[in-house]
């Protein structure tokens, strides 16, 4: 898999993937390498709100919430942090920082329920001074990756850092109106069992 691509030739602007083995699993990036990112790109404490829900999971049930997260010029929006007073000139001027929640089907013949629930990171650090952008993408599903180069290939133009929050965007909820209708359907077929039992 590529970790990493350019969003345009001679552009220090980069979209770095993180991938997830499985959905219950830990990211596939290890503690140095996930260290290494953070500080080389001095990313604010809020993306960890983020981060921390792709843990390695025991049950179904997931607790991450997901959320919103933004830095500009000495504030935060979310429900985390407080940027401090002291802040140095080299840290970043904006930073974005959020969790999608998404459904799939997850092709597993065996299970009754052919939906499974996924969920996408993405932090976006834009750097005033230079105009360079950065992305790193937490576990994009092959689907979104798919999507993700179909798109490179198609623009006459490079991926702008707007592109990747609509197709991000876009990706997570492009299937959960056909997931909403196979519940839709195992409710109406609940209900009408017990009618038509008691027809004589």
Known sequence: MKVSFLLARNSTDLVRLVPQRFSWDRLAISEHALHSLISYFKIFPAFLEVLCAFGRRSQRSSNSLGGCFSWQNGS???ELGRVPQDLSPSLPAIETCYL????EQHGRVELEEPWSIR?????HQHDADSGNDTFI???PMGSFQERLRDVKLSLERHLSPRDIHHLALSHSVWQWRWYLTFWEEQLERLVSCPSQAADP
């Open 119 to 123: 969920q996408l990171g993405v932090y």
């Open 100 to 103: 999608l929640k998404m459904v």
């Open 76 to 78: 935060v929006s979310g």
């Open 137 to 139: 993408l937490l576990n």
